[in-house]
């Protein structure tokens, strides 16, 4: 497993010494692994009741892996070397990031640009197949790509079925529609994970494993870190995390991450929605801001600023006051972040996994 470290300083320092003790004593940790919906008070208990699937992802997702390579190996047997992934937000920033932090190459159509989707049609189309994913399976934009590469299959005398791979969830009108339509391969995700914590499920997997990524390596370690995790320890580092995000007095609520040598290719972007999509409820929350180290952002020592640092495991970085530093592998952090960003929910008292208002 990749080496997991966190250091903090000032304000995010002091928020681990003020809430550590209490969500020890509390078994936040073991309780949230145990999917324990009361975690964030009676008004989120029928929400949180369907949506803490992802603590037992890396798990649960381990008997896809071999469908996702054989489907790899029979659709490079047919000549197709290159994945389009169709989709928008969650279903689609954390392939975009595993996919680019394994060196792996995933075309990402995430608009309805004319010009990107024109691009995208226009690359090795004879190479090609896609991944449209969808939760709810009625995302009009992702239906607007699937009809259009359809369609230039079709005129380019391609088999337009063998090339369109679905991610859904069960019984979703996509999921019905597209086993009627007798497509290439429907794969259905938990529909007890929300997108943003999607990572590890289907949505992740099939895209990144189609275009060639190790991913039973990646569920691997993430694996190993939910037993890092699972501990009501003072030394549990999401316990540590979601107490800088959430936990700072008074709030420090921008949350000013910068990749600053981690070595994984648009991180903060994707922590970024999951951040800004979890805790922007009931006009209480943190904005995550992507930064560059040199960013003015970075350095303006505002009172309301933590700067939170992604940075390799040999690093000695020299944190500034109000800030912390975290490292770990690609799938460990996945992890790490969607667990701190739920104890920074509770911290807040609010709902990370409401889904308005997002």
């Known amino acids: 497993m990749s080496t997991l470290s966190y250091d903090a300083s000032g304000a995010a320092q002091q928020a681990i010494e003020q809430h550590i003790p209490a969500l020890v004593e509390d078994r936040i940790a073991t ?26 992802a890396a798990t649960v997702s381990q008997p896809l892996v071999e469908g996702i390579l054989e489907l790899r190996d029979a659709l490079r047997a047919e000549g197709v070397s290159r994945i389009v992934l169709c989709g928008m937000g969650g279903s689609s920033l954390a392939p975009e990031v595993i996919a680019g932090t394994t060196g792996v190459e995933l075309t990402v159509l995430d608009s309805t640009d004319p010009e990107q989707v024109g691009a995208a049609l226009a690359d090795r189309l004879a190479e090609t197949a896609i991944v449209v994913s969808s939760k709810s399976g009625s995302t009009v934009e992702t239906d607007s790509q699937r009809r259009v590469f359809e369609q230039a299959f079709t005129e380019a005398g391609i088999d337009a079925k063998s090339r369109i791979v679905i991610v859904t969830d069960p019984g979703s009108p996509l999921d019905k529609a597209s086993r009627e339509a007798g497509y290439r391969a429907v794969f259905n995700a938990d529909p007890n994970v929300g997108g943003r914590f999607s990572a590890l499920t289907a949505f992740g997997l099939v ?4 275009a060639g990524v190790d991913i039973q390596a990646f569920l691997d370690e993430a694996e190993e870190a939910a037993e890092i995790l699972n501990e009501d320890s003072p030394e549990n580092i999401g316990l540590r995390l979601g107490a800088a995000l959430g936990g700072t007095t008074p709030l420090r609520n921008k949350i000013v991450i910068v990749e600053d040598g981690s070595g994984i290719v648009g991180f903060a972007d994707w922590a970024e929605q999951l951040i800004a999509e979890s805790t922007g409820k009931l006009g209480t929350g943190v ?53 701190a960003t739920s104890v920074a929910g509770r911290l807040l008292g609010i709902n990370p996994f409401d889904q308005p208002d997002v």
Do not use: C, Y
């Open 31 to 56: 309780r949230i692994f145990a999917k324990d919906h009361t975690l964030w008070g009676p008004d989120a208990e029928s929400e949180s009741a369907i949506r803490l699937g992802w603590v037992e």
């Open 207 to 210: 895209p990144s494993g189609l």
């Open 287 to 339: 904005l995550p801001v992507v930064a560059g180290p040199s960013a003015p952002e970075v350095s303006s020592g505002a009172e309301d600023v933590l700067v939170i640092r992604l940075v390799g495991a040999e690093s000695d970085v020299q944190l500034g006051e109000n800030e912390a530093a975290i490292a770990g592998g690609l799938a460990t952090q996945m992890f790490v972040w969607e667990f």
